[in-house]
């Protein structure tokens, strides 16, 4: 399914925002919106019903000018190419931000796995990494969970990766389970993250992140684990969403129930409780609150809706929830905008950690985790918050100011060959 808003249209767009303002040299502007290189493969599936399915995967690589490319792969019915390439080019940033030498992929499959069994889920996942299995690897790119992708799904890849090479190799995946090289504290990593960068910006806003009203979008891995956090901080949550509905409560959620109900694999809107409210995604996103934590897909805050939020931070636990239109709309407004590339880099953080780990062969506690998880996420929102006080400018595009001088200087430095 095309969306309206095509978010590698999005992502050149931001492009030019941040050239424009760093009066960036053109040649780099036109560097940093083409990809290096898209597979598309086509991945052939014996169904537990004897039949042959085929489903679209792909794998693109946006930049390895700093290090080997590093994204997570999605699995879900309205993946195409150039949302893929979007997301690779989100990636390059978020790993420059984080100055980790790591550059920016992704992956995705069109499929919806709720209608796969585990067994055809398997096979899916095992064909679609013999299919990219050249372009992947260690050195090359690491794939790592993302939407509807999990641990288990990496443990697939990794087992066919080092089938293919004869040996165990951990380091091709990352978001792995901990019995077969993976990191602890890497699941809730990307919550974590987003709770440390929304703590900073508290302490710089001076306000007391307990007091504050929150509505998050999505409770899947990123949104349940921020909810949780929040919830276990003193926040009233007010709403939350999954696929099935939103849930509203002006007293506020008990989000440790909600988490026993969905990890049952149970929706939201079977839930019951008479206090509850069921709400649209759009009166989701529009209620008042302090704190918005779009934790779902792209394009949820666009020019149709921006106008009518009403909160005073919003923090982008999704890739790419905002459009460029609504940043705008947003900036004059005053809201507060945590970037995607800042405040969900917690995962591919701890991701770097779990391959330098891998690598090593040497595995830390969940102590020094999230102390070095924290360390560089704060340098990075402290960089950013800087360059956005000194320049009048939103978060998003000091954050980007800083990732696109790493990669231009990068790009700089090695030359372009022959
Ligand atoms: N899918 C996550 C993201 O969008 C994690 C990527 C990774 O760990 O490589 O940041």
Redesign the pocket.
């Known amino acids: 399914m095309v969306e309206e808003i095509n978010p590698y249209e999005v992502a050149k767009t931001q492009i030019d925002i941040v050239a424009k303002e760093m009066k960036l040299d053109p040649n780099i502007t036109e560097y940093l919106k083409r990809i290096e290189r898209a597979l598309i493969v086509s991945i052939p599936i014996k169904m537990d019903d004897g039949s042959i399915k085929i489903f679209e995967g792909y794998r693109v690589h946006h930049s390895t000018v700093r290090g080997p490319g ?5 699995y879900s019915p309205h993946v195409y190419l150039d949302e893929v390439k979007a ?1 690779a080019t ?2 390059t940033w ?2 420059s931000l984080l100055n980790l030498p ?1 550059g920016g ?2 992956g995705g499959v069109c499929v919806d796995p709720k209608k796969l069994s585990k067994a055809e889920l398997e096979r899916l996942t095992r064909r679609y990494t013999a299919e990219i299995i050249n372009i992947i690897g260690p050195d090359i790119d ?6 509807n992708t999990n641990a288990q799904i990496m443990a697939w890849i990794m087992d066919v990766y080092s089938m293919q090479k004869g040996r165990s190799v951990p380091g091709v995946v ?2 792995k389970p901990i019995e077969i090289g993976g990191s602890v504290g ?1 699941e809730p ?2 919550g974590m993250g987003l709770y440390f960068v929304l703590q900073a910006l508290c302490e710089k806003l001076n306000l007391k992140l307990k007091d504050l009203s929150i509505i998050v979008q999505g409770f899947g891995n990123v949104g349940g684990t921020i909810a949780e956090l929040l919830y276990n901080h003193g926040c009233k949550i007010l709403a939350i969403s999954d696929i099935s509905t939103g849930l509203y409560c002006g007293d506020g959620l008990n989000i440790e129930k909600l988490l026993k109900w969905t990890k049952e694999g149970n929706y939201l809107k079977d839930y019951k409780d008479n206090n509850y409210k069921l709400i649209s995604n759009d009166e989701l996103l529009t209620s008042k609150c302090d704190v918005l934590i779009p934790s779902a897909i792209e394009n949820q805050i666009t020019d149709k809706n921006a106008e009518k939020i009403k909160c005073k931070i919003i923090v982008e636990g999704a ?1 790419g929830p905002t459009t460029p239109e609504a940043d705008k709309i947003l900036y004059k407004k005053g809201i507060h905008v945590l970037p ?1 590339i800042l405040a ?2 917690g ?6 950690f ?1 391959y330098i780990q891998d690598i090593h062969s040497y595995f830390w506690k969940l102590d020094r985790i999230n102390e070095e998880l924290k360390r560089i996420i704060i340098e990075a929102f402290e960089e950013t918050y800087q360059i956005s006080q000194e320049r009048k400018i939103p978060l998003r595009t000091a954050a980007y100011i800083i990732a696109v001088s790493r990669i231009a200087r990068a790009i700089e430095l090695r030359g372009v060959f022959p």
């Open positions: 590093k994204g997570g792969i999605r997301l989100w990636m978020k790993t790591l992929a992704k690491i794939p790592a969970p993302d939407v990352t978001g890497r990593a990307t890739n995607d969900n880099s995962g591919v953080c701890v991701s770097y779990e």
